[in-house]
């Protein structure tokens, strides 16, 4: 009987204390989160976009490559890819650094990649370490041509992606005032459907 | 009842916890009578002398070793370790000060001890005391809420015959410090003097600071890294690293009142999300400059336009790093009201030229005293 108090007590502080640090977060901090998260999540696109392009300056989508795995909180994060053949979707798990490396030297001689739809953005919450987490969802439309010449691509497909999101509060000076850091980052990006193109 | 015994014995727990008042802990380690070959520093044994000094003042038990060998490095993070494991959890603070030679290699800051005999690259690994993997991890893993660590070590490379192995002079930055505060007498990869004075010009300027009452860990350096950087006429520029949430003070305020534009700071103990978000203001009195807000903009706009090559936009690169006090200066990203990201200025320079078309703003800037620049705040325009 007594475990079922001291469970029921915590469960009590625990909601509590979940929907405190809910409501503790402004209109404005909120609005600020879906910036910078958006914000990173463009430039992810950007650069996956312009490493698979290998019409591109070699040396900009070598630099790419390093900002694009910048944006991670680690190396360690997964990125997934998938793709189908003959209907059938196969995931694979690549280490973030190894997503960008294989990407740009993807054996094609053309690679396009567009993000399409808006990107989605679930609430920002508040977790008990005291980090924001989010989960944003893109859509991703990729072209494969093995001849370039080509007008058909050889493969293609569309696919919805779950990206993780961590936001850790740091603190920093700003002339002689100690303000609050939001930095957004990205964690594991996971594959939630893949289609045939239209 | 059983209930109400526990609730009792979880709120006696958690006062007796908060009440306590917050213990401190230093080792202090000054190395100066290295032999001849390795080089005889005139200031770290005083150096530390004095921080020993100062930091008990402000309610640090200091360890003070001087002069020491490897096992005596050794034995004394081992003591210091032991401490900081004993001490109530959460609830002290550690801090690690070291004055002498240090080298950096493979991406590892290594003190020297004196009685190390350094002829080739691997001895460095042998002979010399990690600080990564010796201090930091060990502070890590033991209670306290903070560590904080204060290398005044980039003095020169005390072995010219590994210099082309150790790629570059001075210590590198010290990575994945986890609640750390890191403290560096120059920018990673740099050096320092070791002074002409009683105390090095870095230790000087600290001494002073942190006796300064009211002011939070990273406004203390931040005044060192200002006083260093005028009084070296802009050769030294001191750098720190930190992953801090919770404040600090050496020298807590009493009775003196915060300065109005430091209300943030004065709330700083409520919790990181009611502290201040802080938009940088242009000074009122203007500045001498070396590059105008509105040119910069542009210049930083142009690295970002994907019609010029990106050969050209490279080269723009290195050009406006040199409107730079150190390739380590500090720059602001800033989305509204808020600082998005802080970044170092090479680190903004090499992201702008990989970003798509850009038009940027210059929000704030301020510049050392030959107008070149210490601290930018950018924003991206929609």
């Known amino acids: 009987m007594t475990r079922i108090f001291t469970l029921i007590f915590f469960l009590i502080i625990s909601t509590a204390y979940d929907s405190v640090a809910q409501d503790s977060l402004s209109d404005e901090l909120k609005e600020y989160f879906k910036k910078s998260v958006l914000n990173k999540v463009k430039r992810l696109e950007h650069y996956i976009t312009l490493i698979a392009n290998k019409s591109m300056d070699d040396n900009l989508r070598k630099s790419s490559i390093s900002q694009a795995v910048e944006l991670f909180e680690d190396e360690n994060r997964i990125v997934q890819i998938s793709s189908l053949v003959n209907g059938k979707e196969t995931i694979i798990d690549r280490p973030v650094r190894t997503y960008f490396d294989r990407l740009y030297a993807i054996k094609a001689e053309k690679v396009v990649i567009t993000f399409y739809k808006v990107t989605q953005l679930t609430d920002v919450r508040l977790g008990p370490d005291n980090k924001y987490y989010a989960t944003a969802y893109i859509f991703q439309d990729t072209k494969i041509y093995y001849n370039e010449a080509s007008e058909v691509p050889d493969y293609t497909d569309v696919t919805e992606k779950a990206i993780d999101i961590t936001i850790k509060p740091d603190t920093t000076l700003v002339g002689d005032k100690m303000v609050v850091l939001y930095p957004a980052k990205l964690g594991s990006v996971n594959v939630k459907e893949t289609r045939v193109a239209n | ?382």
């Open chain 2, 1 to 382: 009842m059983r209930l109400f015994s526990f609730l009792f014995v979880f709120v006696v727990f958690i006062q007796v916890c908060y009440g306590q008042e917050e213990k401190r802990y230093a080792l202090v380690i000054g190395n100066s009578d290295y032999p001849k070959e390795v080089g005889v520093l005139l200031n770290p044994v005083n150096d530390a002398t004095a921080m020993a000094a100062e930091l008990k003042k402000t309610n640090f038990e200091v360890q003070l070793v001087t002069n020491a060998t490897y096992m005596q490095l050794r034995e004394a993070v081992r003591l210091f370790h032991e401490k900081l494991s004993n001490a109530p959890k959460d609830n002290a603070v550690g801090l690690f000060y070291y004055a002498g030679h240090g080298v950096q290699y493979q991406d590892e800051n290594y003190l020297v001890p004196l009685d190390a005999k350094v002829q080739y690259e691997d001895d460095i690994v042998r002979m010399c005391f990690p600080v990564q993997r010796m201090v930091l991890s060990n502070m890590e893993r033991a209670n306290a809420r903070m560590n904080i660590i204060i290398l005044d070590a980039c003095r020169n490379n005390p072995f010219p015959a590994t210099t082309r192995a150790l790629g570059g002079a001075g210590l590198g930055e010290i990575k994945k410090a986890y609640g750390s505060f890191v403290a560096y007498a120059t920018a990673p990869g740099s050096v320092a003097s070791d002074g002409t004075g009683k105390n090095g010009l870095y230790t000087q300027e600290l001494l002073k600071a942190i006796q300064i009452p009211g002011l939070l860990i990273e406004q203390v350096f931040k005044e060192v890294r200002r006083n260093v950087l005028k009084l070296s006429g802009e050769k030294q520029y001191t750098w720190d690293s930190s992953n801090i949430i919770g404040d600090f003070y050496f020298n807590p305020a009493q009775s003196i009142p915060p300065p109005a534009d430091q209300t943030a700071v004065a709330t700083s103990s409520t919790s990181a999300v009611t502290r201040s978000e802080v938009k940088p203001e242009k000074k009122s009195v203007e500045e001498k400059k070396l590059v105008s807000d509105t040119v910069l903009a542009k210049e930083l706009s142009e690295l970002t336009n994907p019609s010029t090559p990106f050969k050209n936009r490279q080269a723009s690169q290195q050009k406006i790093l040199g409107y730079f006090v150190v390739p380590y200066a500090t720059t602001f990203i800033m989305i509204g009201s808020r600082i998005d990201e802080r970044l170092t200025a090479s680190k903004l320079l090499e992201r702008l030229v990989t970003l798509p078309e850009s038009v940027i703003k210059v929000v704030a800037m301020e510049t050392s005293e030959s107008g070149r620049i210490i601290e930018v705040s950018i924003e991206f325009e929609d």
